[in-house]
């Protein structure tokens, strides 16, 4: 099993720019999630999925979207980048109450 | 609102001791409490899972205890060594359905040839 794969590993977007953070996972896991990273603010949520066709918000929504059409795939889509956005991305999945997964993180800069 | 602390932020030993990272939530209805690793520049790696009926687990040098009631968890390391140098990290599930993990902002762990 790859485990939960995230595509690209870095990313330099001028502001107001827009572009899609891949994440897929192999595992059959029912329960996906983006969070973002920040020093000195920890890991946020930004929105989670509890299955295709099931998306929520979590803390941090503003500005991004999300939509899982597969149980495999959960992209991040960042609508028109901020500076405010710089951060590392991390996707997760899970099964049911069970361990959760990280991928290996995007660095997104935005200038 | 559930709130994950872990104190301190950064330790530093040196090489062989035992050591013990703290994690305490507010509220104790949680389902379970996972304990991550993560080293510079990468994602977080699983170590440990501690189900809310459970009162520890043990994965080879590591051992994590959670007293619910109070609102604790422990990771004990044994015998440190320099590659156990990372950030540790704790998340709790909450009960009532909840899907999210609320997580601490970890504690930096520096082992010392």
């Known amino acids: 099993n790859a485990g939960v794969t995230q595509t690209p590993k870095f990313q330099v977007l001028k502001t107001g720019q827009s572009m899609t953070l891949q994440c897929a996972q192999d595992?059959?896991?029912?329960?996906m999630s983006w969070y973002r990273q920040d020093p000195g603010m920890g890991l946020r949520l930004i929105h989670y999925?509890?299955?295709?066709?099931?998306?929520d918000q979590g803390e941090v929504p503003n500005g991004y979207n999300v939509s899982r059409s597969t149980t495999e795939d959960f992209p991040l889509r960042l609508l028109s980048a901020a500076p405010s956005q710089t951060s590392v991305y991390f996707c997760?999945?899970?099964?049911?109450?069970?361990?959760?997964?990280f991928g290996p993180g995007t660095r997104l800069t935005v200038t | 609102k559930q709130e994950v602390t872990q104190i301190p932020a950064a330790l530093s030993v040196p090489e062989g001791e035992n050591l013990v990272l703290n994690c305490s939530f507010t509220?104790?209805?949680?389902?379970?409490l996972q304990w991550f690793r993560q080293d510079p520049g990468k994602g977080l790696t699983s170590l440990l899972l501690?189900?809310?009926?459970?009162r520890e687990q043990t994965s080879g040098r590591l051992n994590a205890s959670l007293d619910k009631s109070s609102g604790r968890s422990t990771l004990y390391i044994a015998a440190s060594q320099p590659g156990d140098s990372a950030t540790y990290l704790c998340?709790?599930?909450?009960?009532?359905?909840?899907?999210?993990?609320?997580f601490g902002k970890g504690t930096k762990l520096t082992v010392n040839p």
């Open positions: 997760a999945s899970r099964s049911g109450h069970l361990e959760q997964y």
């Open positions: 595992m059959n896991h029912e329960y």
């Open positions: 999925s509890v299955g295709a066709g099931i998306t």
């Open positions: 509220d104790s209805a949680i389902y379970n």
């Open positions: 501690i189900q809310s009926s459970q």
């Open positions: 998340a709790v599930k909450g009960e009532g359905g909840s899907e999210k993990l609320v």
